[in-house]
Protein backbone atom coordinates (compact mmCIF):
# COMPACT_ATOMS: atom_id res chain seq x y z
CA UNK A 1 0.00 0.00 0.00
CA UNK A 2 1.51 3.50 -0.68
CA UNK A 3 2.47 5.32 2.40
CA UNK A 4 1.98 9.29 2.44
CA UNK A 5 3.18 11.31 4.79
CA UNK A 6 1.20 14.45 5.84
CA UNK A 7 3.29 17.19 7.52
CA UNK A 8 2.39 20.05 8.81
CA UNK A 9 1.38 22.15 12.88
CA UNK A 10 -0.80 20.45 13.92
CA UNK A 11 -1.48 22.83 17.13
CA UNK A 12 -2.89 25.52 14.04
CA UNK A 13 -3.85 23.37 11.24
CA UNK A 14 -5.01 20.15 12.88
CA UNK A 15 -8.40 20.28 11.91
CA UNK A 16 -7.54 20.33 7.95
CA UNK A 17 -4.88 17.61 8.17
CA UNK A 18 -7.33 15.65 10.20
CA UNK A 19 -10.01 16.06 7.42
CA UNK A 20 -6.89 14.96 4.71
CA UNK A 21 -6.35 12.25 6.58
CA UNK A 22 -9.53 10.76 6.26
CA UNK A 23 -9.81 11.48 2.88
CA UNK A 24 -6.42 10.24 1.91
CA UNK A 25 -7.78 6.82 3.83
CA UNK A 26 -10.83 6.51 1.80
CA UNK A 27 -8.52 6.18 -1.26
CA UNK A 28 -6.43 3.45 0.38
CA UNK A 29 -3.61 5.03 1.17
CA UNK A 30 -1.53 4.55 4.43
CA UNK A 31 -1.11 7.88 5.90
CA UNK A 32 1.77 9.16 8.17
CA UNK A 33 1.00 12.39 10.26
CA UNK A 34 3.96 14.03 11.44
CA UNK A 35 3.87 17.28 13.79
CA UNK A 36 6.01 20.47 13.38
CA UNK A 37 4.63 22.26 15.42
CA UNK A 38 5.80 23.99 18.64
CA UNK A 39 3.87 26.15 20.80
CA UNK A 40 0.53 25.04 21.20
CA UNK A 41 -0.74 21.38 21.51
CA UNK A 42 -1.33 19.36 18.36
CA UNK A 43 -5.41 19.13 17.95
CA UNK A 44 -5.14 15.65 16.51
CA UNK A 45 -2.75 12.69 17.71
CA UNK A 46 0.45 12.36 15.26
CA UNK A 47 2.17 9.45 14.46
CA UNK A 48 5.07 11.08 14.46
CA UNK A 49 5.16 13.85 17.24
CA UNK A 50 6.65 16.72 17.46
CA UNK A 51 9.35 15.87 20.39
CA UNK A 52 10.77 13.04 17.37
CA UNK A 53 11.13 15.90 14.74
CA UNK A 54 12.65 18.10 17.08
CA UNK A 55 15.16 15.46 17.93
CA UNK A 56 16.11 14.76 14.30
CA UNK A 57 17.06 18.19 14.12
CA UNK A 58 19.58 17.91 17.27
CA UNK A 59 17.26 20.02 19.23
CA UNK A 60 15.26 19.55 22.82
CA UNK A 61 11.71 20.41 22.04
CA UNK A 62 11.00 21.63 25.92
CA UNK A 63 14.19 24.54 25.36
CA UNK A 64 12.77 25.04 21.71
CA UNK A 65 9.50 25.84 23.05
CA UNK A 66 11.04 27.99 26.19
CA UNK A 67 13.36 30.23 23.76
CA UNK A 68 10.00 31.49 22.55
CA UNK A 69 12.11 32.71 18.96
CA UNK A 70 9.60 31.63 16.45
CA UNK A 71 12.14 31.75 13.37
CA UNK A 72 14.67 29.47 15.43
CA UNK A 73 11.66 27.11 15.88
CA UNK A 74 10.53 27.05 12.50
CA UNK A 75 14.33 26.82 10.95
CA UNK A 76 14.96 23.73 13.67
CA UNK A 77 11.51 21.93 12.80
CA UNK A 78 12.26 22.20 9.11
CA UNK A 79 15.48 20.18 9.74
CA UNK A 80 13.81 18.02 11.95
CA UNK A 81 11.64 17.14 9.44
CA UNK A 82 14.06 17.23 6.35
CA UNK A 83 15.57 14.22 8.28
CA UNK A 84 12.53 12.49 9.31
CA UNK A 85 11.18 12.38 5.71
CA UNK A 86 14.51 11.21 4.82
CA UNK A 87 14.60 8.19 6.63
CA UNK A 88 10.94 7.63 5.74
CA UNK A 89 11.96 7.07 2.85
CA UNK A 90 15.16 5.18 3.10
CA UNK A 91 13.26 2.50 4.53
CA UNK A 92 10.54 2.25 2.09
CA UNK A 93 7.84 4.05 3.94
CA UNK A 94 7.26 6.94 2.18
CA UNK A 95 5.80 7.47 -1.51
CA UNK A 96 4.73 10.63 -1.36
CA UNK A 97 4.36 14.08 0.97
CA UNK A 98 1.28 16.21 1.12
CA UNK A 99 1.25 19.96 2.90
CA UNK A 100 -0.94 22.90 4.05
CA UNK A 101 -0.32 25.78 5.42
CA UNK A 102 0.95 29.68 5.15
CA UNK A 103 4.45 31.12 5.50
CA UNK A 104 5.68 29.05 8.38
CA UNK A 105 4.22 25.93 6.84
CA UNK A 106 5.09 26.24 3.73
CA UNK A 107 8.99 26.95 4.74
CA UNK A 108 9.16 24.04 6.90
CA UNK A 109 7.44 21.72 4.36
CA UNK A 110 9.07 22.45 1.48
CA UNK A 111 12.80 22.21 3.43
CA UNK A 112 11.55 18.46 4.05
CA UNK A 113 10.49 18.09 0.39
CA UNK A 114 13.82 19.00 -1.09
CA UNK A 115 15.42 16.93 1.34
CA UNK A 116 14.03 14.05 -0.71
CA UNK A 117 15.43 12.59 -4.47
CA UNK A 118 13.94 13.87 -7.95
CA UNK A 119 10.69 11.93 -8.81
CA UNK A 120 8.81 11.24 -4.93
CA UNK A 121 5.69 12.98 -5.11
CA UNK A 122 5.33 16.56 -3.49
CA UNK A 123 2.68 18.59 -3.01
CA UNK A 124 2.96 21.83 -1.10
CA UNK A 125 -0.92 23.64 -0.93
CA UNK A 126 -0.30 27.24 0.43
CA UNK A 127 -1.57 30.83 0.41
CA UNK A 128 1.96 31.44 -0.72
CA UNK A 129 1.47 29.62 -3.93
CA UNK A 130 0.19 32.82 -5.86
CA UNK A 131 3.48 34.69 -5.65
CA UNK A 132 7.30 34.26 -6.13
CA UNK A 133 7.76 30.59 -4.84
CA UNK A 134 11.07 30.08 -6.03
CA UNK A 135 12.48 30.01 -2.18
CA UNK A 136 10.25 27.14 -1.20
CA UNK A 137 10.82 25.29 -4.49
CA UNK A 138 14.74 25.78 -5.04
CA UNK A 139 15.91 22.83 -7.46
CA UNK A 140 13.20 20.25 -6.31
CA UNK A 141 10.22 18.94 -8.40
CA UNK A 142 7.85 20.28 -5.51
CA UNK A 143 4.20 21.05 -7.08
CA UNK A 144 2.86 24.20 -5.58
CA UNK A 145 -0.80 24.92 -5.55
CA UNK A 146 -2.77 27.89 -4.12
CA UNK A 147 -4.97 27.84 -1.34
CA UNK A 148 -6.96 30.74 -2.88
CA UNK A 149 -7.93 31.43 0.98
CA UNK A 150 -5.92 30.93 3.92
CA UNK A 151 -5.48 27.65 5.86
CA UNK A 152 -8.28 28.30 8.72
CA UNK A 153 -10.76 25.47 8.30
CA UNK A 154 -12.46 23.63 5.85
CA UNK A 155 -15.27 25.24 4.45
CA UNK A 156 -16.92 25.56 1.12
CA UNK A 157 -13.99 27.16 -0.82
CA UNK A 158 -11.48 25.42 0.95
CA UNK A 159 -13.01 21.56 1.28
CA UNK A 160 -12.89 20.98 -3.10
CA UNK A 161 -9.23 22.61 -2.88
CA UNK A 162 -8.18 20.35 -0.09
CA UNK A 163 -10.06 17.30 -1.46
CA UNK A 164 -8.01 17.59 -5.06
CA UNK A 165 -5.27 17.97 -3.07
CA UNK A 166 -5.65 14.65 -1.07
CA UNK A 167 -6.97 12.71 -4.82
CA UNK A 168 -3.28 14.35 -6.50
CA UNK A 169 -1.07 13.04 -4.00
CA UNK A 170 -3.39 9.92 -3.79
CA UNK A 171 -2.73 9.07 -7.18
CA UNK A 172 0.73 10.11 -7.64
CA UNK A 173 1.86 8.28 -4.38
CA UNK A 174 0.24 5.36 -6.26
CA UNK A 175 1.92 5.18 -9.17
CA UNK A 176 5.20 6.01 -7.66
CA UNK A 177 4.18 2.51 -5.50
CA UNK A 178 3.44 0.41 -8.20
CA UNK A 179 5.35 1.49 -11.51
CA UNK A 180 8.58 -0.46 -12.26
CA UNK A 181 11.88 1.43 -12.05
CA UNK A 182 12.93 3.25 -15.64
CA UNK A 183 15.32 1.03 -16.96
CA UNK A 184 18.77 1.43 -16.38
CA UNK A 185 20.85 3.77 -18.18
CA UNK A 186 24.68 4.15 -17.57
CA UNK A 187 24.79 7.09 -20.02
CA UNK A 188 26.63 9.80 -19.01
CA UNK A 189 24.28 13.34 -18.32
CA UNK A 190 24.87 16.37 -19.58
CA UNK A 191 23.57 19.74 -18.50
CA UNK A 192 22.67 22.09 -21.21
CA UNK A 193 21.12 25.69 -21.07
CA UNK A 194 18.98 27.00 -23.30
CA UNK A 195 16.13 29.25 -23.86
CA UNK A 196 13.98 29.91 -26.49
CA UNK A 197 16.49 32.57 -28.42
CA UNK A 198 19.10 30.55 -28.37
CA UNK A 199 16.97 27.14 -29.42
CA UNK A 200 18.68 26.35 -32.35
CA UNK A 201 21.70 26.03 -31.44
CA UNK A 202 21.12 23.95 -28.73
CA UNK A 203 19.02 21.70 -30.17
CA UNK A 204 21.96 21.13 -32.44
CA UNK A 205 24.34 20.33 -29.88
CA UNK A 206 22.04 18.44 -27.84
CA UNK A 207 21.57 16.41 -31.03
CA UNK A 208 25.35 15.61 -31.56
CA UNK A 209 25.57 15.02 -27.70
CA UNK A 210 23.03 12.24 -28.33
CA UNK A 211 25.09 10.89 -31.28
CA UNK A 212 27.93 10.68 -28.81
CA UNK A 213 25.84 8.53 -26.11
CA UNK A 214 25.13 11.04 -23.86
CA UNK A 215 21.51 12.09 -21.87
CA UNK A 216 21.20 15.56 -22.30
CA UNK A 217 19.16 17.64 -19.82
CA UNK A 218 18.09 21.23 -20.78
CA UNK A 219 17.28 23.58 -18.47
CA UNK A 220 15.42 26.99 -19.54
CA UNK A 221 17.67 29.97 -18.25
CA UNK A 222 14.50 31.76 -16.66
CA UNK A 223 16.33 31.50 -13.44
CA UNK A 224 14.78 28.99 -11.94
CA UNK A 225 16.29 26.87 -14.52
CA UNK A 226 20.10 28.20 -14.04
CA UNK A 227 19.60 27.55 -9.98
CA UNK A 228 18.66 23.95 -10.75
CA UNK A 229 21.86 23.64 -13.22
CA UNK A 230 24.26 25.02 -10.98
CA UNK A 231 22.86 22.83 -7.71
CA UNK A 232 22.81 19.67 -9.75
CA UNK A 233 26.19 20.48 -10.93
CA UNK A 234 27.22 20.54 -7.78
CA UNK A 235 26.18 17.48 -6.71
CA UNK A 236 28.34 16.11 -9.25
CA UNK A 237 25.56 14.88 -11.10
CA UNK A 238 26.97 15.78 -15.06
CA UNK A 239 29.50 14.39 -17.01
CA UNK A 240 29.84 17.83 -18.44
CA UNK A 241 28.06 21.10 -19.10
CA UNK A 242 27.31 22.93 -22.07
CA UNK A 243 26.56 26.06 -20.98
CA UNK A 244 25.87 28.08 -24.01
CA UNK A 245 23.19 30.44 -22.78
CA UNK A 246 24.25 33.37 -19.99
CA UNK A 247 20.83 35.42 -20.13
CA UNK A 248 20.85 35.05 -16.17
CA UNK A 249 23.68 36.81 -15.82
CA UNK A 250 22.63 39.77 -17.59
CA UNK A 251 19.11 39.95 -15.67
CA UNK A 252 21.67 39.74 -12.79
CA UNK A 253 23.33 42.70 -13.59
CA UNK A 254 20.74 44.82 -15.25
CA UNK A 255 17.88 43.97 -12.66
CA UNK A 256 15.56 42.19 -15.30
CA UNK A 257 13.12 39.83 -13.84
CA UNK A 258 14.90 36.08 -15.07
CA UNK A 259 17.86 36.34 -12.55
CA UNK A 260 19.70 33.31 -11.55
CA UNK A 261 21.80 34.71 -8.10
CA UNK A 262 25.22 35.35 -7.78
CA UNK A 263 26.57 31.75 -7.92
CA UNK A 264 25.70 31.31 -11.52
CA UNK A 265 28.42 30.03 -13.35
CA UNK A 266 30.32 28.45 -10.73
CA UNK A 267 29.06 25.57 -9.71
CA UNK A 268 30.74 23.06 -12.51
CA UNK A 269 33.96 24.99 -11.90
CA UNK A 270 34.24 24.53 -8.27
CA UNK A 271 33.23 20.58 -8.48
CA UNK A 272 36.37 20.31 -11.57
CA UNK A 273 33.65 19.28 -14.46
CA UNK A 274 34.38 20.01 -18.13
CA UNK A 275 32.19 23.08 -19.47
CA UNK A 276 31.68 24.35 -22.38
CA UNK A 277 30.95 27.90 -22.69
CA UNK A 278 29.57 30.50 -24.90
CA UNK A 279 27.95 33.74 -24.19
CA UNK A 280 24.31 33.12 -25.51
CA UNK A 281 21.73 35.88 -25.10
CA UNK A 282 23.79 37.95 -23.35
CA UNK A 283 23.47 40.90 -25.54
CA UNK A 284 19.16 40.93 -23.85
CA UNK A 285 17.88 41.31 -20.38
CA UNK A 286 14.56 39.85 -20.19
CA UNK A 287 11.67 41.57 -18.18
CA UNK A 288 8.04 40.47 -17.46
CA UNK A 289 4.96 42.13 -19.34
CA UNK A 290 5.59 45.12 -21.13
CA UNK A 291 3.51 46.95 -18.24
CA UNK A 292 5.87 45.67 -15.89
CA UNK A 293 8.98 47.61 -17.72
CA UNK A 294 10.75 50.12 -15.35
CA UNK A 295 10.78 53.86 -16.53
CA UNK A 296 14.16 54.04 -16.42
CA UNK A 297 14.51 51.55 -19.01
CA UNK A 298 11.92 52.49 -21.14
CA UNK A 299 14.27 54.61 -23.72
CA UNK A 300 16.31 51.38 -24.54
CA UNK A 301 15.34 49.30 -27.21
CA UNK A 302 12.97 47.61 -26.53
CA UNK A 303 11.38 44.50 -27.98
CA UNK A 304 8.18 42.60 -27.26
CA UNK A 305 9.51 38.99 -27.49
CA UNK A 306 5.94 37.35 -26.53
CA UNK A 307 2.70 39.19 -23.71
CA UNK A 308 4.83 37.27 -20.89
CA UNK A 309 8.38 38.44 -22.03
CA UNK A 310 9.80 41.86 -22.88
CA UNK A 311 13.44 42.64 -23.33
CA UNK A 312 15.60 45.37 -23.95
CA UNK A 313 19.20 45.29 -25.83
CA UNK A 314 22.68 45.20 -23.27
CA UNK A 315 24.35 48.33 -23.78
CA UNK A 316 28.07 48.39 -24.23
CA UNK A 317 29.20 49.40 -20.83
CA UNK A 318 26.64 46.11 -19.55
CA UNK A 319 28.22 43.94 -21.89
CA UNK A 320 32.23 44.98 -20.72
CA UNK A 321 30.61 44.30 -17.16
CA UNK A 322 28.96 40.71 -18.20
CA UNK A 323 32.41 39.52 -20.06
CA UNK A 324 34.76 40.81 -17.41
CA UNK A 325 32.21 38.77 -14.98
CA UNK A 326 31.79 35.87 -17.22
CA UNK A 327 35.98 35.92 -17.74
CA UNK A 328 36.27 35.60 -13.83
CA UNK A 329 34.39 33.01 -13.48
CA UNK A 330 35.79 30.69 -16.17
CA UNK A 331 39.43 31.52 -14.18
CA UNK A 332 38.30 30.21 -11.27
CA UNK A 333 37.35 26.84 -12.71
CA UNK A 334 39.07 24.35 -11.23
CA UNK A 335 38.35 21.30 -14.06
CA UNK A 336 38.61 22.21 -17.47
CA UNK A 337 36.90 24.87 -19.97
CA UNK A 338 36.83 26.48 -22.82
CA UNK A 339 34.86 29.28 -24.07
CA UNK A 340 33.21 29.68 -27.78
CA UNK A 341 32.72 33.16 -28.98
CA UNK A 342 30.17 33.11 -32.27
CA UNK A 343 30.99 36.52 -33.60
CA UNK A 344 28.11 36.66 -35.91
CA UNK A 345 25.18 36.76 -33.14
CA UNK A 346 24.39 35.97 -29.79
CA UNK A 347 20.59 35.28 -30.34
CA UNK A 348 18.21 35.00 -32.67
CA UNK A 349 17.22 38.82 -32.10
CA UNK A 350 21.23 39.48 -32.60
CA UNK A 351 21.27 37.38 -35.67
CA UNK A 352 22.22 39.61 -38.76
CA UNK A 353 19.19 41.76 -40.04
CA UNK A 354 17.46 41.14 -36.24
CA UNK A 355 16.61 44.03 -33.90
CA UNK A 356 19.38 43.34 -31.55
CA UNK A 357 22.19 42.81 -34.02
CA UNK A 358 24.99 45.23 -33.44
CA UNK A 359 28.22 43.45 -33.87
CA UNK A 360 30.27 46.99 -31.99
CA UNK A 361 28.28 46.15 -29.07
CA UNK A 362 29.12 42.47 -29.05
CA UNK A 363 32.47 43.03 -29.89
CA UNK A 364 33.03 45.08 -26.65
CA UNK A 365 31.95 42.08 -25.04
CA UNK A 366 34.34 40.10 -26.85
CA UNK A 367 37.43 42.34 -25.92
CA UNK A 368 36.25 41.77 -22.10
CA UNK A 369 36.30 38.40 -22.46
CA UNK A 370 39.52 38.23 -24.37
CA UNK A 371 41.41 40.07 -22.05
CA UNK A 372 39.92 38.97 -18.63
CA UNK A 373 40.80 35.47 -20.00
CA UNK A 374 44.24 36.33 -21.10
CA UNK A 375 47.08 34.54 -19.11
CA UNK A 376 44.94 31.59 -18.13
CA UNK A 377 43.76 27.92 -18.27
CA UNK A 378 40.47 28.29 -19.94
CA UNK A 379 40.64 27.55 -24.11
CA UNK A 380 39.01 30.60 -26.23
CA UNK A 381 37.88 30.09 -29.79
CA UNK A 382 36.23 32.27 -32.14
CA UNK A 383 34.19 31.29 -34.99
CA UNK A 384 32.74 33.72 -37.90
CA UNK A 385 29.25 32.11 -37.34
CA UNK A 386 26.01 32.49 -35.03
CA UNK A 387 25.06 31.34 -31.94
CA UNK A 388 22.29 29.39 -33.34
CA UNK A 389 23.95 28.16 -36.71
CA UNK A 390 24.02 24.07 -36.07
CA UNK A 391 27.57 23.65 -37.18
CA UNK A 392 28.50 25.82 -34.53
CA UNK A 393 26.33 24.00 -32.26
CA UNK A 394 27.70 20.89 -32.71
CA UNK A 395 31.20 22.16 -32.65
CA UNK A 396 30.25 22.78 -28.96
CA UNK A 397 29.14 19.55 -28.66
CA UNK A 398 32.32 18.28 -30.46
CA UNK A 399 34.19 19.63 -27.79
CA UNK A 400 32.74 19.21 -24.56
CA UNK A 401 33.00 15.57 -25.33
CA UNK A 402 36.77 15.76 -25.83
CA UNK A 403 37.03 17.25 -22.64
CA UNK A 404 35.11 14.70 -20.96
CA UNK A 405 36.91 12.00 -22.45
CA UNK A 406 40.33 13.81 -21.24
CA UNK A 407 38.69 14.00 -17.89
CA UNK A 408 38.50 10.10 -17.09
CA UNK A 409 37.64 7.31 -18.92
CA UNK A 410 34.56 6.96 -16.33
CA UNK A 411 33.12 10.13 -17.42
CA UNK A 412 32.03 9.39 -21.34
CA UNK A 413 30.44 5.70 -23.50
CA UNK A 414 33.62 6.64 -26.39
Not at 126 to 145: L, R, T
Not at 165 to 184: E, K, L, N, Q, R
Not at 313 to 321: F, K, L
Request: hydrophobic share 45%.
Amino acid sequence: MPVVALLGTLDTKGVEYGWLRERLLRRAVEVVLIDTGVAGEPLVPPDIPRVEVARAAGADLARLRAQGDRGTAVTTMAEGAAEVVRRLHEQGRLHGVLAIGGSGGTSIATRAMRALPLGVPKLMVSSMAAGDVSPYVGAADIAMMYSVVDIAGVNRVSAPILANAADAIAAMATGYATDAPPPADDRPLVAASMAGVTTPGVDAARQRLTELGYEVLVFHSVGSGGRSLETLAAQGMFAGVLDLTLSELADDLVGGAFGAGPDRLRAAGRAGLPQVVSPGALDMVKFGPLASLPERFRSRHVHVHNPSVTVIRTSAAECAALGRQVAEKLRAATGPAALLLPLRGLSTLGAPGGPYHDPSVDEVLFTALREGLRGSRVELAAYDTHLNDPDFGRTAADRLHTLVTANGPARATR
